[in-house]
């Protein structure tokens, strides 16, 4: 028996139900011109290699995962965490130790798998002893700045013979290098996204090299990114922004508030954990700066320019900052990235894109005739 949803204001088709699993109170983009917009920013970012330089834009999209982990544990579940470099570092540093003392296919593929699980468990063991042993609010954001300060203080002296895991030599300052190229398979059915091109020819344009890691890291950011979009907009998710706005009102409605915050920080931990496997894939090397405090500081900037409470803000924003910060070399890039910062938590304290969503969408609508989103707005929060 059919059903018409016309006049409910949902879409029955394919497309529609497809959508909905996207959309919701939680996030910005509820209408198919947002859909389509972002069909073209995708498609944009899968020729860009054709025309700019793939590289560095791979390294953008590799942190923009990272900036993902702080965006869902700080603006989804008010946890403001400067630890997600922790996460990101220790991915790195296990993918480089597990790849290079089982340098074959199989166990460079486990050693992708090992890095995001031991971000992830990290994460649960850091959260577990906060959370569960009653820490709030600023004292957690205290402990995981703290963590990030040992950690860089504790790698910087491992230069010594016998800070040695097998093969692998943490190397201290110098670093870890001759990490093995990301070969993704087993022996005889894999295939290495590192330092493999693949040449092309088009018409009108001239042949070519496209890097395979690109597309790889742009697939794991599509995927991680509709992934977020799907929980927050789930009931779990509804739960997580609860505990955001009123942990002790949530916990009155019987919801268990700290395993809450416990999950989506592991959650956010296995994602800076692929971040850092990604990273470390991509520079064959890693060395402990990426636990020093500069660089903690950086995914907290890039979630506040964009939105704390907007997935895609912490993308968008990651990207461009990046972009502007290896633009300008030296102090200059780091007073601008101050005054950005600076000038969005007195002006636009939500961030950039949800105030682009809230002023200058309407606006546009207004200008052009468009009217309204053509799915109806849940009230509350406007976040992606």
Same mark, same amino acid.
């Given at each position: 028996?059919s059903?018409?949803?016309?006049t409910?204001?949902?879409?029955?088709?394919l497309p529609g139900?497809?959508?909905?699993?996207?959309?919701g109170?939680?996030?910005?983009?509820e209408s198919r011109?947002f859909?389509?917009?972002f069909?073209?920013?995708?498609?944009?970012?899968a020729v860009?290699?054709?025309?700019?330089g793939?590289?560095?834009?791979?390294?953008?999209m590799?942190l923009?995962l990272?900036g993902?982990?702080?965006?869902?544990?700080?603006?989804?579940?008010g946890v403001l965490s400067f630890?997600?470099?922790?996460?990101?570092?220790?991915?790195?540093?296990?993918?480089g130790v597990?790849?290079?003392?089982?340098a074959t296919p !199989?166990g460079?593929?486990?050693a $992708?798998?090992?890095g *995001?699980?031991?971000? /992830?468990?990290?994460? =649960?063991? +850091?959260?577990y002893?906060?959370?569960?042993?009653?820490?709030?609010?600023?004292y957690?954001?205290?402990?995981?700045?703290v963590?990030?300060?040992?950690?860089y203080?504790f790698?910087?002296?491992?230069?010594?013979s016998?800070?040695?895991?097998?093969?692998?030599?943490l190397?201290?300052?110098?670093?870890?290098?001759?990490?093995?190229?990301?070969t993704?398979?087993i022996e005889g059915?894999?295939y290495?996204?590192?330092?493999?091109p693949?040449?092309m020819?088009?018409?009108?344009i001239g042949?070519?090299?496209?890097?395979?890691?690109?597309?790889?890291?742009?697939l794991?950011l599509?995927g991680?990114?509709l992934?977020?979009?799907?929980?927050?907009?789930?009931?779990?998710g509804?739960?997580?922004?609860?505990?955001?706005e009123?942990?002790?009102?949530?916990?009155?409605? !019987?919801?268990?508030?700290?395993? $809450?915050k416990?999950? *989506?920080f592991?959650? /956010?931990g296995?994602? =800076?954990? +692929?971040?850092?496997v990604l990273y470390?894939a991509?520079?064959?090397?890693?060395?402990?700066?990426?636990?020093?405090?500069q660089?903690?500081t950086?995914?907290?900037?890039?979630v506040?320019?964009g939105?704390?409470?907007?997935?895609?803000?912490?993308?968008?924003?990651t990207?461009?900052?990046?972009?502007?910060r290896i633009?300008?070399?030296?102090e200059?890039?780091l007073?601008l990235?101050?005054?950005l910062?600076?000038?969005?938590i007195l002006?636009?304290p939500g961030?950039f894109?949800?105030?682009i969503?809230?002023?200058?969408v309407p606006?546009?609508?207004?200008?052009?005739g468009t009217?309204?989103?053509?799915?109806?707005?849940?009230?509350?929060?406007?976040?992606?």
């Amino acid at each position: 028996m059919s059903t018409n949803n016309a006049t409910d204001g949902t879409d029955s088709s394919l497309p529609g139900r497809i959508r909905s699993r996207f959309e919701g109170p939680n996030t910005i983009g509820e209408s198919r011109g947002f859909w389509v917009g972002f069909l073209v920013a995708v498609a944009a970012l899968a020729v860009y290699p054709v025309f700019g330089g793939g590289s560095q834009m791979a390294l953008f999209m590799v942190l923009a995962l990272l900036g993902l982990s702080l965006s869902v544990v700080w603006g989804y579940s008010g946890v403001l965490s400067f630890g997600q470099v922790v996460f990101f570092g220790v991915g790195a540093y296990t993918f480089g130790v597990v790849s290079i003392n089982f340098a074959t296919p !199989g166990g460079i593929t486990g050693a $992708v798998v090992a890095g *995001v699980l031991v971000g /992830g468990l990290s994460a =649960a063991m +850091l959260g577990y002893f906060m959370f569960y042993g009653g820490v709030r609010d600023v004292y957690v954001t205290i402990i995981t700045l703290v963590s990030t300060i040992v950690l860089y203080t504790f790698m910087a002296q491992t230069a010594g013979s016998e800070w040695t895991i097998g093969e692998a030599a943490l190397g201290g300052f110098n670093g870890m290098p001759d990490i093995p190229l990301l070969t993704l398979g087993i022996e005889g059915a894999s295939y290495q996204f590192i330092y493999n091109p693949f040449p092309m020819r088009v018409v009108g344009i001239g042949a070519f090299e496209l890097s395979p890691f690109y597309y790889l890291v742009l697939l794991l950011l599509l995927g991680t990114y509709l992934g977020l979009r799907a929980l927050v907009n789930s009931d779990y998710g509804r739960v997580m922004v609860a505990v955001r706005e009123d942990e002790d009102r949530t916990e009155m409605f !019987g919801y268990d508030v700290t395993r $809450v915050k416990f999950v *989506v920080f592991t959650l /956010g931990g296995a994602i =800076a954990g +692929l971040s850092g496997v990604l990273y470390a894939a991509r520079n064959v090397y890693i060395d402990p700066t990426v636990f020093a405090l500069q660089f903690a500081t950086l995914p907290v900037i890039w979630v506040s320019l964009g939105g704390r409470k907007s997935l895609l803000g912490a993308i968008l924003a990651t990207i461009g900052v990046e972009y502007l910060r290896i633009s300008m070399s030296g102090e200059l890039a780091l007073v601008l990235l101050g005054a950005l910062l600076l000038v969005t938590i007195l002006v636009l304290p939500g961030g950039f894109v949800p105030w682009i969503d809230e002023t200058v969408v309407p606006w546009l609508r207004g200008l052009f005739g468009t009217g309204s989103p053509d799915t109806p707005q849940a009230p509350g929060e406007v976040s992606d």
